[in-house]
DNA sequence: CTTTGCTTGTGAAATCAATCACAAACGAAC
DNA sequence: GTTCGTTTGTGATTGATTTCACAAGCAAAG
């Protein structure tokens, strides 16, 4: 089944799936149904059962899904039947803290760069990688074959960060500096804003007890 | 005027036109029109509109909005014209890059108090706090009357945290350990997954060229 | 005071996403 | 091989969000 236009939720609920195929699996289940997945993900057995039909039809009817083959198709769904290759720019505090975070490693995502434009940084040994200046970012990422970026760099260079980046051939950027970034329609942006996260919770704090 | 439901994506627009507003602001810009607005906020002049018109009628037609008036009436609604006191549980490297950054003490968020359950970590000191133990959560966030948590621990401590949190009295919590929280509905509650959003980029990168 | 050029505020329309509801399919039991 | 209980896959429906399009309002110019 070909996929037409999967809505960006969409995507983000089969991460959950596969989280909580993984729990399953650990647990020794072999087959979960549209239901078990809903219960544990959050979310309707309905909204399940769509979300899994617009790439194929992987359950069995009366049965509901096979746990393990299910994790493998979502797995490969979501592009990580394969390694990828990760420029992380900015090494500051945010940015060890994601370069040293084992999850990433865990899931596919191994960092096999890391930038910076402080004399003090480069140089510095993290892990098995030294921190490079950005002047050489362009030779890095092609001889690393770096395919994704994160910034994390103050707000102010996270522009001209993400031009060297895509001129450098990277299409998929996870942006960090609380500034919107204006980038080419073919290059996949993601936002991470910190800021607005905790101002939705002040919106959400100071609206509950009507108005 | 009254809102009868806004949208969480509208409230994270109302804190993009925020920071919007700020550089129009500091350029010295007295109005913009929500054509200005929507360029620099990448979004259309009719949701500008529609998003501000829930909360009122700030513009006068033909001119369009006073910007030092608008970003006073913005600030309000998101409920930024205090201060917040917010309580961060995990001091691991993650929890440290969001202590030492400042962009949050400039929105009005401050932290004042971290914990954490190592007692490695137990009695640093943090800039002018001490870590604290997870035992003393509840006497601390009475005594500091914290009103927000931010989780930033291993995913099997957060379930136990968030109702240790609650517990206390806490309503609004951002979580960026990588599981579900089962919280009452009262509860706010935002998620920050790095992985998904590492996820979401290899799924764009590797359906984008027709499946 | 009237015209002109803009820009807001907002119902109506269109698009997009979530939910419903049910026929079809399967295994197990007998 | 028929019945029963269960669960999928999906067209139809509902609901939410975004965009459209235009009347109403304002300032400036003449």
Redesign the interface.
């Known amino acids: 089944m070909?996929?037409t236009k999967?809505s960006?939720s969409a995507?983000?609920r089969?991460?959950?799936y596969?989280?909580v195929l993984d729990a399953f699996e650990l647990a020794g289940k072999t087959t979960v149904s549209s239901g078990d997945l809903a219960e544990?993900?959050?979310m309707t057995p309905a909204q399940v059962r769509k979300d899994l039909s617009h790439f194929g039809s992987f359950g069995k009817r009366g049965l509901g899904y096979p746990v393990s083959e299910l994790r493998e198709r979502v797995t490969e769904?979501?592009?990580?039947g394969r390694r990828?290759r990760?420029g992380l720019v900015g090494a500051?505090?945010?940015g060890?803290?994601?370069f040293?975070?084992d999850?990433?490693r865990g899931?596919?995502?191994d960092v096999v760069g890391v930038f910076d434009n402080d004399p003090d940084k480069i140089g510095q040994r993290w892990g098995r990688l030294v921190v490079e200046d950005i002047e050489s970012m362009d030779r890095v990422i092609h001889a690393a074959r770096i395919?994704?970026g994160i910034i994390v760099t103050p707000a102010a260079s996270a522009q001209p960060i993400a031009d060297l980046l895509i001129a450098a051939g990277v299409?998929?950027?996870?942006n960090f500096a609380?500034?919107?970034l204006?980038v080419r329609p073919?290059i996949?942006l993601?936002n991470?804003?910190?800021?607005?996260?905790?101002?939705?919770?002040?919106?959400?704090?100071?609206?509950?007890n009507g108005?």
Do not use: D
Request: proline share 3%.
């Open positions: 070909r996929p999967i960006e995507v983000r089969l991460s959950l596969l989280r544990l993900g959050g769904i979501l592009g990580l990828w990760v500051g505090k945010l060890a803290a994601l040293f975070y999850g990433f899931q596919g995502f395919e994704m299409e998929a950027i996870l609380p500034t919107r204006r073919e996949t993601r991470v804003n910190l800021e607005i996260e905790l101002e939705s919770l002040a919106f959400a704090l100071t609206h509950e108005v």
